[in-house]
């Protein structure tokens, strides 16, 4: 019994000096030592405690606030302060005598240890430097990307919420330069053939028939004559007649065929700062009428031409995201409208909106359409259009067909600034002719040798587009 009390004593003496040991290593690790004289500041955690150690023994202690921080004294040379709630407070040590020793500045706030390293664990190769403020967190240093500076205060807000202060920058190349092309082929083909048939005889007999333009008397009576009909409009007309005996019988023959190819390409450019929107407009601007109240007109303005707008945000590194509206349009006097004397003309109009992601000096195809119209007519005049081979002459036939391809490509580059001495304006390849060009030799311009001028060397003979039979 004496040796298993003995034992018992002995495992207790081991725990007591462990735990001792351990205190004292915890106790080093938050130990502050203020001396005689000297006004010390001393940073407490938030909720945290911090050993305060006296060069002198201290007699008496006061804490100016007690609602910032909490003071027990340990010995007559140490002290546990615990921080209770963000501020600044006065921690005054007297001796024996009372006789100041030192006044010490307790500066309680956030505990931002935990917040440092989940940062540094989260964004390792960043430079952001973290500070307290009364009880919020202050950010500032150089990031690479907003995308990380966003981060770094989403995490912020995980640890003090409504109180972060970003005083942070973001490095690297903010600057997007977009570049957009329009390119557009369109070609048409449209075939036609169609007859009118003239007859009339000596006692003032006559008939016409066909499916044009020359069903009519004054046309019939040109037509006897030899004459182009005055009525007539249609291109490739071939008139001819003939008599047989007391008639005189005239035909019109149309036959007609065109074809045609548009090629359309617009390419602006246009630079922003990350973030902030920029638009571009190379046109104009067409007066619309609107009614107004009062029986009375406004005019509105309308703008046309080549049109940009889009807002660049580089996201990480040389990760851009184009939030972006594009569009070229014309004036169609074609399509246009008469409203009270009024006469407005209608837009042909291309336009993409759309949002894209890519990386620097990328290309997208963000728009593209294809499109094929058919249209094949035959008119005739009843039964007589039915009749083999004479049937012919009172028939019409008409085929039209067109197809248009149109494709919008973006490309994005990071951009800095250069000297203006490096950059070159259209201008400066074309020259005022001397006295002796323009009057002598007829010129009226010279143009030097430049991108331009290589450009137009090239040859673009050869197969593009649609081909169409």
């Not at 981060?151 to 690297?172: C, F, H, K, Q, T």
């Not at 104009?284 to 009428?289: H, K, L, N, Q, S």
């Not at 107004?292 to 889009?310: A, Y």
């Not at 409203?339 to 042909?348: E, H, T, V």
Request: hydrophobic letters at 40%; glycine letters at 8%.
């Amino acid at each position: 019994m004496v040796m298993n009390g003995f034992l018992k004593a002995a495992l207790f003496g081991v725990a007591v000096s462990c735990v001792s040991l351990a205190g004292s290593v915890a106790m080093a690790n938050d130990l502050r030592v203020v001396n005689r004289g000297v006004e010390a500041t001393l940073d407490v955690p938030m909720n945290r405690a911090v050993v305060v150690e006296s060069e002198v023994p201290f007699a008496e202690l006061s804490i100016a606030n007690p609602g910032i921080a909490d003071i027990s004294s340990l010995s007559d040379r140490t002290i546990y302060v615990l921080g209770k709630s963000p501020g600044l407070t006065t921690l005054t040590l007297l001796d024996a005598t009372g006789r100041l020793i030192t006044n010490v500045n307790v500066r309680v706030a956030a505990d931002v240890t935990e917040f440092k390293e989940r940062l540094r664990q989260i964004l390792p190769n960043e430079k952001i430097e973290v500070r307290t403020a009364n009880d919020g967190i202050v950010l500032s240093g150089t990031v690479s990307s907003s995308a990380r500076l966003q981060r770094a205060l989403d995490l912020a807000e995980r640890y003090a919420p409504e109180r972060v202060s970003n005083l942070m920058s973001v490095g690297g190349v903010q600057q997007v330069m977009l570049k957009v092309r329009f390119a557009e082929m369109q070609r048409n083909v449209s075939k036609s053939l169609s007859t009118s048939l003239g007859v009339t005889g000596g006692s003032g007999f006559g008939v016409t028939g066909g499916t044009q333009t020359l069903n009519n008397q004054p046309s019939l009576s040109n037509s006897l004559a030899g004459n182009i009909p005055l009525t007539n409009e249609n291109a490739g007309a071939v008139l001819f007649g003939f008599n047989a005996g007391a008639f005189q019988v005239s035909m019109l023959l149309e036959a007609l065929e065109q074809k045609g190819v548009v090629r359309t390409l617009a390419e602006p450019n246009l630079s922003a700062l990350s973030g902030q929107e920029a638009k571009f407009l190379a046109g104009g601007e067409y007066p619309v009428p609107v009614a107004q109240d009062n029986d009375t007109i406004s005019v509105e303005f309308k703008p046309f031409g080549i049109e940009l707008k889009f807002v660049p945000r580089v996201v990480d590194g040389d990760l851009i995201n184009l939030e972006l509206m594009a569009a070229v349009s014309a004036i169609d006097e074609t399509n246009g409208v008469n409203i009270n004397g009024f006469q407005i003309d209608a837009f042909s109009r291309r336009e993409t909106s759309t949002t894209v992601e890519m990386r620097d000096g990328e290309s997208f195809a963000i728009a593209g359409l294809i499109e094929d119209e058919f249209i094949d007519s035959n008119s005739q005049l009843p039964w007589i259009g039915d009749v083999p081979v004479l049937g012919t002459l009172f028939r019409s036939a008409n085929y039209q067909r067109s197809q248009t391809e149109l494709v919008i490509i973006v490309t994005a580059h990071l951009v800095t600034p250069t000297r203006g001495e490096a950059l070159a304006l259209p201008t400066d390849r074309v020259k005022p002719p001397s006295e002796r060009d323009l009057f002598l030799n007829g010129r009226v311009a010279r143009t030097t040798r430049g991108a331009a001028s290589e450009v137009a060397k090239q040859d673009f003979s050869g197969s593009y587009g649609y081909v169409m039979d």
